[in-house]
C-alpha cells in the first residue's frame, strides 16, 4: 500500500494563498486533493494522473482558482491554492489509487485549512 503524507496547511485571509504537498512512499496510477468541512460529506477537489500524462480534473468550486501539479520522480502531488474563500476551510486530504479506474482507496491523514472572512 501506499502512504501518504500531507503538509502545507494553515490559516491564510480570504483572497490569500496557499500550497499543499503530499508526498507517497510508492507509485500510484492517479492522485488527488479532497476536504472535508466539519458537518459535511467529503468532496473532491481536483485529481491528476501520475502515469499515462498528466491529465487533471477540478472541482467546479475552485476552477480557476485552484491548480493541481505533480512529480512523477519524488511521487508527489502539489494543489496550489490561490484567491482562498472562507468555504475553502476544511481538512484537505491527499489520496491515491493504483488503477485507472476505480475510487480513491489509500488516504493521507490530512492538513487543515482555515480561511479567515
Known amino acids: 500500500q501506499v502512504q501518504l503524507v500531507e503538509s502545507g496547511g494553515g490559516l491564510v485571509q480570504a483572497g490569500g494563498s496557499l500550497s499543499l504537498s503530499c508526498v507517497a512512499s510508492?507509485?500510484?496510477?492517479?492522485m488527488a486533493w479532497f476536504r472535508q468541512a466539519p458537518g459535511k460529506e467529503r468532496e473532491a477537489v481536483a485529481a491528476?494522473?501520475?502515469?499515462?500524462?498528466?491529465?487533471?480534473v477540478y472541482a467546479d468550486s475552485v476552477k480557476g482558482r485552484f491548480i493541481i501539479s505533480k512529480d512523477n520522480a519524488k511521487n508527489s502531488v502539489y494543489l496550489q491554492m490561490n484567491a482562498l474563500k472562507p468555504e475553502g476551510t476544511a481538512t484537505y486530504y491527499c489520496?491515491?489509487?493504483?488503477?485507472?479506474?476505480?475510487?480513491?482507496?489509500?488516504w493521507g491523514q490530512g492538513t487543515q485549512v482555515t480561511v479567515s472572512a
Open positions: 489520496a491515491a489509487r493504483r488503477t485507472v479506474i476505480g475510487k480513491y482507496t489509500e
Open positions: 510508492g507509485s500510484s496510477y492517479s
Open positions: 491528476i494522473t501520475m502515469s499515462a500524462g498528466n491529465n487533471t
